[in-house]
């Protein structure tokens, strides 16, 4: 392989790691909370940095506000209401932060480099330690990354939706379904909520929702479980390993 591919590489991977660091100061801009509620004011939430309802809290006189006993229908309001806010906190942080003149930048330098053909020697490239990446003929890596290509390509979009997971009260008269990022539902049984006191209602809509929250760590997509059994990240260090030392791919090719 010549050196202009190997330089080639490395740019793309100089790339990549500004759009990373470029992501993950985007994501230092995230609100570290945000608090929303239904248009009547009967629910109150309260969101943590990662999007999820973190308490919910009904207002005292929260049936005279919602006369039709629609409790569940006011915790997804109230946590719609909280998203608003915390996109629209997040939007302008980052407007401030001045993001976009930086992807333009990073973009500009993608294409700076692809138009001209620098000369000297080839720049360090990643600092990841690859030393003790396993030695392996191309022809084998190359038909792995095949493979993996071909078994990612048998997985539809469906399969990468996030999970859903519903977690109850104790009495099981609660139940909210959380996704990883979002509150997709919360259903109240009405008969039983109306003779309870508020003080149990915030009780068992907490209690469902640390169910939930419990549950989301460990739920993971279809699709995100046949990547992961790809050994991606295996992959790509033994493509590492052969950007660093060069060599090591003409004696292995």
């Known amino acids: 392989m010549s050196e202009?591919?190997?330089r080639e590489l490395q740019q793309f991977q100089q790339h990549a790691e500004n759009l990373r660091q470029l992501m993950s100061d985007m994501h230092d801009q995230v609100p570290q909370s945000s608090e929303g509620t239904d248009a009547q004011g009967a629910v109150s939430v309260a969101l943590g940095t990662d999007g999820l309802p973190e308490w919910i809290k009904l207002a005292s006189d929260w049936q005279r506000r919602r006369p039709d006993g629609d409790l569940g229908g006011a915790v997804v309001e109230a946590f719609e209401s909280a998203m608003s806010d915390r996109l629209e906190r997040w939007s302008r942080s980052l407007e401030q932060s001045g993001w976009e003149d930086r992807a333009d930048h990073i973009d500009e330098g993608l294409a700076s480099s692809a138009s001209s053909a620098p000369s000297g020697p080839l720049p360090e490239i990643s600092d990841h330690d690859v030393r003790h990446v396993l030695r392996r003929p191309m022809d084998?890596?190359?038909?792995?990354?095949?493979?993996?290509?071909?078994?990612?390509?048998?997985?539809?979009a469906d399969s990468f939706l996030p999970p859903k997971v519903t977690g109850e009260s104790a009495a099981r008269r609660v139940a909210i379904t959380?996704?990883?990022h979002a509150l997709v539902s919360c259903e109240v049984d009405p008969?039983?909520?109306?003779?309870?006191?508020?003080?149990?209602?915030?009780?068992?809509?907490?209690?469902a929702l640390n169910n939930a929250r419990g549950k989301v760590g460990n739920a993971e997509s279809p699709g995100a479980v046949?990547?992961?059994n790809l050994h991606v990240g295996g992959l790509m260090n033994e493509f590492l390993a052969?950007?660093?030392d060069p060599q090591r791919f003409r004696d292995s090719y």
């Open 191 to 207: 008969q039983w909520a109306v003779g309870q006191s508020t003080v149990r209602l915030n009780q068992a809509l907490n209690e």
């Open 242 to 244: 052969m950007i660093k």
């Open 226 to 228: 046949g990547v992961a």
């Open 140 to 156: 084998e890596s190359i038909e792995d990354v095949l493979t993996a290509f071909d078994a990612v390509d048998e997985l539809d």
């Open 4 to 6: 202009d591919i190997f």
């Open 178 to 180: 959380l996704t990883a």
